[in-house]
């Protein structure tokens, strides 16, 4: 036995093959960091409106009735019809909201086609068209409305539409906040990945506790904004001046194409 | 020369795809690394131009129709590149939504209108341009090189069809998909696109040239400076070919190859097999129509959807490029 041998003890000495199991934690960093990736992107408060926009009011009339006429129509052509008048105007969009409309619209044909894929194989192509058509068009005027009117338009028209200020100073604080929560949960996710290392049973089982997080930070983000609007006057009444929404000839324009959506719509209905 | 699914066989589609899968590849790297970021959405309405002519169905000698395709304008205002590029995009369209064009044949048909016509034409210009200068030899050279252009691309299209039954049969010796051999199909095809549509895809070509020359001279690839105000006629234009198209609606009768097969069983006697059984896209928009309505409303509808699709797709792609850095200013 060579000298070096006798010193090392035997346990030592004993060949060792060690594997470590794969480290598996695509259950956080696929699953919920992409939901929450897609959490930190749904900014819906960052509308701008155009230089000939209609006001608040005007397009989301314009936009709720095209949504509902959209749902009820039977005759295709309809529908085709406000396609070709969303894409239009999402053709005239700046590029990132054009970007953002495709990409939500996009998303929301994308899976009602995979949902109907059972009728698509079956024979039935045209239904699973149809849906994804009329999914893709609701969601394409939501977001257009969304991103070409300002948040405080949006919250003007509540105001106007008699909505109790405790419900807009609800949504609005929703609305701003729903993004900075979706970073908070994507930072944290991001956290208890990393410091997660191999495969442990307590990954999953730290979800109520990410989940705890994002509930202390957002009701620690509603108060600190609530302090601030009380500090800064604010009492629970959102006033708001009559001559701020004064309609003008885009809005005329909007209520010629209501009227002439809602003729073509009663006029198709019939020709079934 | 749309052709339409099952005309070809699956092989001759498989050969077409991998023809121009590193055709797409080269175009795709020469149009990011060559074309600014800013001039990229002007393809998309380039791209628009060639929709709305496709729309635009002449009737030709022999009782078929035919179209221009406006492949050498894109190619003498962007590059033959970028112009492969936006009639590809503008004829996945076409197959996609309102099944003009297989899906099976979208790579032969990308080969004959997206690569041939654009890259001949072009050729045939820069040579003209070489010799003849000024405005002049401008026009005389897209003349030249959208005739020639959409002549070979007619050819092309026309033996691709022709060789079908000549390698594509059963035991009985009938075709299995288009009927017609060579010695049919390229005459039948070749008169049509000589006499009238060849000379159409000239009017096109040479007039939307002239007018964006004059009125919006720096839409194109040469004049760097992009101003959005100088495009307003450009985008007037498109509106107005838009509101015009349902003129295309006055040419009765299929174009040559593009029957349906109950119209092939009449003329030949029998439907091929692989024509009757093969496998049919449901497109939105089937021929541009739907329903019992008037066939003008699907057309301006179906131009409007088509157009928007491609300015917000070329738009898209301006937003995902990245903005090259230019060291000389």
Known sequence: MRPDQRDIPE???????????????????????????????????????GRLSPTAGSKVVLGLTCILLTS????????????????????????????????????AAGLTLLVMAPATL??????????????????????IVSVTTAPSDLTHLLRRMGVPGIAILTVDLALR???????????????????????????????????????????????????????RGFDGEYRVARHDMRPGWPDVACLVLLSLLLALFLYLQKVI | MHIPENYLSPSTCAVAYAVMLPIWRIAAKRVSAEVPREKVPLIGIAAAFSFLAMMFNIPLPGGTTGHAVCGTLIAILFGPWPACLAISIALAIQAVFFGDGGILSFGANCLNMAFVLPFIGHSIY???????????????????????????????????????????????????????????????????????????????????????????????????????????????????????CPLGLLATGDAWGEWATEDVAEMVGYAPSGLADGWEWSSLMPDYSVGALPEWAGYMVSAMIGVALLVIVFRLVAQATKGAVDFDV
């Open chain 1, 122 to 143: 079956l024979g039935q192509p045209q239904s699973a068209l149809s849906l994804a058509t009329k999914s893709l068009v609701c969601v394409a005027i939501t977001l």
């Open chain 2, 126 to 244: 820069s040579a003209i341009r070489e010799r003849v200068g000024g405005r002049r030899g401008e026009l005389i050279g897209a003349g030249v090189g959208a005739y020639v252009g959409l002549n070979a691309a007619a050819l092309l299209c026309a033996i691709e069809f022709g060789i079908q039954p000549l390698l594509f049969t059963d035991a009985s010796g009938a075709a299995l998909y288009c009927p017609y051999p060579v010695s049919v199909a390229v005459p039948a095809m070749m008169l049509g696109h000589l006499t009238v549509a060849g000379l159409a895809e000239v009017g096109f070509t040479v007039g939307i040239l002239a007018f964006v020359r004059s009125a919006a001279p720096s839409f194109g690839i040469e004049d760097r400076s992009a101003s959005k105000a100088s495009f307003a006629p450009v985008l007037g234009l498109v509106a107005a070919l838009v509101a015009a």
């Open chain 1, 72 to 107: 009820l129509a039977r005759n295709h052509l309809f529908v085709l019809f406000v396609l070709a008048g969303v894409l239009a105007r999402a053709s005239l969009l700046p590029p990132r909201a054009l970007a953002r409309v495709a990409a939500g619209s996009g998303a």
């Open chain 1, 177 to 231: 906040s729903i993004v900075c929560l979706g970073e908070t949960a994507g930072e944290v996710l991001a956290a208890l990945s990393l410091r997660s290392v191999g495969r442990n049973r307590r990954k999953q089982s730290s979800m109520g506790g990410v989940g705890g997080v994002v509930l202390l930070k957002a009701g620690r983000s509603a108060q600190d904004t609530h302090d601030a609007m009380r500090c």
């Open chain 1, 11 to 49: 346990w030592l000495q004993t060949p060792q093959r060690y594997q470590p199991v794969a480290d598996r934690d695509s259950f956080v960093s696929r699953n919920l960091l992409a939901v929450t990736s897609v959490l930190a992107r749904f900014r819906l408060d960052d509308g701008h409106s």
